[in-house]
């Protein structure tokens, strides 16, 4: 029953999910209204206006850097997050690696609390970390999609259904 709940949920996703939207009109280079900053009148007048943090030039290379990006009427950048690869380094990029990094965090944090379990006052080292046991796990914690894949493979990522407490409400 269970599964057949489940087919039926998937097929009417896969029917009722509307078509992604894109706030490109055909064949204009228009994103929702925004324009490349270098021919952003808003833009330009930023950057002529722009005071120096630090340096001289400092406020021009920034200006610089975000020339190619896009603005909007206020003559500010924005990001373009609708799924084409032109803005690839907008958004995907950073969001991938950030999904990495906080997968290796987590992956070292889970094997660092299993391998402390087994010991015989695992409270106290979860408190009190073990340093070189934690740079251990830390070093060997990049290649954590491949890991994961192995134990996803293996059966030792995930417990058995009779494995599982259920609350007795």
Known sequence: MRRLLALIFAISLWFCV???A???TPNSGNVA???PCRESPAFLER???ARPSTDANSAKARFERYADARCGPEG????VVDG???HAGEFIIPSILF???AGWIGWVARAYLQSVKKEANPEEKEIQIDVPRAIGFMLS???WPLAAVRELLTGKLTAEEDEIPVSIR
């Open 18 to 20: 509307a078509p992604a």
């Open 76 to 79: 500010l950048p924005h990001l």
């Open 99 to 101: 999904l990495y990094i």
């Open 22 to 24: 894109f706030a490109q």
């Open 141 to 143: 914690g990049f290649t």
């Open 33 to 35: 209204g925004l324009v």
């Open 84 to 86: 084409r690869l032109d």
């Open 47 to 49: 950057a002529k206006n």
